[in-house]
T-cell receptor
Framework: KQEVTQIPAALSVPEGENLVLNCSFT??????LQWFRQDPGKGLTSLLL?????REQTSGRLNASLDKSSGRSTLYIAASQPGDSATYLC?????????????FGAGTRLAVHP | NAGVTQTPKFRVLKTGQSMTLLCAQD?????MYWYRQDPGMGLRLIHY???????AKGEVPDGYNVSRLKKQNFLLGLESAAPSQTSVYFC????????????FGPGTRLLVL
């Protein structure tokens, strides 16, 4: 059974810092891995999707890496801003039963203060 | 495009009452999903559908039923609500291709007393 762990559970940093959020998963036979952002009381927004054949994906100040063999992914946030405050969820996907089965971690709650 | 919408946004039920949560998407997605999110835990899949008229069980299906009579709608029913079903429920949809992401609705907060 796929288990997903995200470290740290919570993080509070001053504006401008570069951050690394960690995700580990137990089953390396994943199809892809996604990072989502969730704002309080809101739904999830997909930030980055890395296919299993890729090593990393970049979008603006965000960079996600994937080491499938070791069951790890990291989300790097450069020059953090207060608007980055949210919970970040990691979700590796197994293609099973004809659909992309996402297994979610509990998330890292990020607070960026001015 | 409204994307994925959910109705209602918030509901309070008494133990034993029934209700239906509605999810609608306007992206012509084939696949739809219902998740629940509890504090300190990741989202867990309740039921999903790979097309109109089809449904299948996810990780935590007990106490819930679903229907997908129209492609754009996915209904989640609670026949006899229990306090353990207090949660935030999210609907999502996708094209179904493995390289595609899932698009999530804003969630429904349900409190069962």
């Amino acid at each position: 059974k796929q288990e997903v762990t995200q470290i740290p559970a919570a993080l509070s940093v001053p504006e401008g810092e570069n951050l690394v959020l960690n995700c580990s998963f137990t089953d390396s036979a994943i199809y892809n891995l996604q990072w989502f952002r969730q704002d309080p009381g809101k739904g999830l927004t997909s930030l980055l999707l890395i296919q299993s054949s890729q090593r990393e994906q970049t979008s603006g100040r965000l960079n996600a890496s994937l080491d499938k063999s070791s069951g790890r992914s990291t989300l790097y946030i450069a020059a953090s801003q207060p608007g980055d405050s949210a919970t970040y969820l990691c979700a590796p996907a197994l293609f099973s039963g004809g659909y992309n089965k996402l297994i979610f971690g509990a998330g890292t709650r990020l607070a960026v203060h001015p | 495009n409204a994307g994925v919408t959910q109705t209602p946004k918030f509901r309070v039920l008494k133990t034993g009452q029934s209700m239906t949560l509605l999810c609608a998407q306007d992206m012509n997605h084939e696949y739809m999903y219902w998740y629940r999110q509890d504090p300190g835990m990741g989202l867990r899949l309740i039921h999903y559908s790979v097309g109109e008229g089809t449904t299948a069980k996810g990780e935590v299906p007990d106490g819930y039923n679903v229907s997908r009579l129209k492609k754009q709608n996915f209904l989640l029913g609670l026949e006899s609500a229990a306090p353990s079903q207090t949660s935030v429920y999210f609907c999502a949809s996708s094209y179904g291709m493995p390289e595609e992401t899932q698009y999530f609705g804003p969630g429904t907060r349900l409190l069962v007393l």
